[in-house]
């Protein structure tokens, strides 16, 4: 006869938020709301406690290369946490672990990998939950076949939880769950369907100085998502024809674009690859890289990964950092710029339909973000602001599609 292990956990060990919803049954779970909240630690810590009682959950995010320093990390450090090393295995070149009582699995996998997700199963037993973390990187259909997933005979009841920080009421997760929403409680229980907004005021375990970030967070966006936990309503947008969409099959070199911003300390490197279709006036943002600190032979190493010997075209502000990724093999372009650059280049991007790609979460974040200054009397000077590095890479990946295109700046910011 098998021997289970008795596991005690304090109730210390948690949030207090959290702990009516250590066994909630729902079929729908949704954990959103701001920065710091730990919702991300209490559904790592959930999903361990869950394998030891036999259920089986994949952990999912868009892309497959975040999860690595992401979910999986948390949950193990979950494991550790409650001392529960001798009873899991984990493997991390395949990123599972297996419960050693019972044979339950903890999966990871990303939406990118389609066939992946076509045939995801546990060694034992049916797939009783999936968790998606940052859910709003996702699109509608993403979740819909994930749903799909969710089959098979088993004990237990099965369950989709879906994690994010509230970034925009257009999202369609706020569309699909969002209607009878009580924001005044932040929660909503019924037989299929949690809710549950959390903020940083619900983390014990937050330092001072996290506290302190998020609360003189001066950005009024980013203060109402990521500081008060509630769904981002930007107002003066400087892109209003943008949508996410996914990725196109058919990439024809021709169309692929590529630009550069450079930045170093502070300021991060932005690349942006594109694919504009001049026919249907459509530019799909099909992968970008973001970091601060490289050095230019670094930094030319990930250019000629995405792009390889297209040419990219980069902020002219920097002539020697141009040479050097040439001198790198790069086929670094300056761009041109010109009076008005920065107005007339995003007026001809509002021309186009800009089809922001899963691949491309920091420029969607970009995207949702930036806009116009406000000029205190209820209109906007014309001045954008916001993290602006993705867009600029755009700007100039594009620079010799709009040159000639007879853009007019604008004279009026509403």
């Known amino acids: ?29 949704i954990f959103y709301g701001g920065a710091g909240s730990g919702k991300s ?16 959950t994949l952990i999912v995010r868009k892309i497959a290369r975040t999860l690595r320093n992401s979910c999986f990390a948390e949950v193990q450090k979950s494991v550790n946490r409650f001392s529960l090393g001798d009873f899991f295995r984990v493997s991390k070149t395949d990123m ?14 990303g939406l990118d990998d389609v066939e992946k997700i076509k ?26 076949q994930l749903e799909k997933r969710l089959r098979g005979l088993s004990r237990h009841k099965k369950r989709l939880t879906l994690s994010f920080n509230p970034v925009s009421r257009a999202h369609w997760i706020y569309k699909e769950y969002f209607s009878a929403f009580p924001e005044e409680t932040g929660k ?21 100085d996290d506290r302190a970030g998020l609360e003189n967070e001066k950005d009024s966006y980013f203060h109402q998502v990521y500081t008060l936990g509630e ?62 600190g490289l050095t230019n032979d670094v930094l030319a190493k990930e250019v000629l990964n ?52 899963p691949q491309c979460p920091q420029f969607l974040m970009e995207a949702q973000s930036y806009r116009w200054t406000p000029d205190g009397q209820g209109g906007s000077l014309p001045r954008p602001q916001g993290e602006d590095h ?23 910011f509403v």
Request: proline share 5%.
């Open 1 to 29: 006869m098998t021997a289970y292990p008795v596991l005690t956990v304090p109730e210390s060990a948690f949030n207090a938020c959290y702990l009516p919803y250590l066994e909630a049954p729902q079929r729908v779970q």
């Open 188 to 208: 909503l229980q019924t037989e299929d369907l949690l809710i549950l907004r959390t903020t940083y005021r619900d983390n014990r375990f937050l330092t001072a």
């Open 231 to 292: 769904w981002g309503v930007v107002g003066g947008s400087v892109l209003t024809n943008w949508e996410t969409g996914t990725r196109p099959t058919d990439l024809p070199r021709e169309e692929l674009r590529f630009g550069l911003d450079f930045g170093f300390a502070r300021d991060p490197a932005a690349l942006v690859m594109a694919r504009y279709d001049k026919k249907r006036g459509v530019i799909h943002v099909l992968d970008e890289f973001k970091k601060v």
């Open 306 to 357: 995405m792009a390889g010997q297209m040419p990219v075209i980069c902020d002219s502000g920097e002539p020697k950092s141009i040479a050097e990724l040439r001198r790198h093999g790069v086929m670094a372009l300056p761009a041109k710029k010109g009076p008005d650059s920065v107005l007339h280049g995003l007026q001809w991007l509002n021309q186009q339909r800009l089809i922001i790609t």
């Open 390 to 412: 993705l867009l600029d890479a755009l700007r100039y990946a594009m620079e010799q599609d709009m040159l000639y295109s007879g853009a007019r700046v604008l004279k009026r």
């Open 96 to 109: 599972n672990l297996t419960c050693l009582v019972n044979g339950a699995q903890i999966l990871f996998l």
């Open 119 to 144: 045939s995801i199963t546990p060694q034992k037993g049916a797939l009783t939950d999936i968790w998606v973390e940052e859910a709003t990187e996702t699109q509608r259909e993403d979740v819909k």
């Open 41 to 56: 630690v209490f559904l790592a810590a959930r999903c361990v406690l869950d394998a030891l009682t036999g259920r089986n």
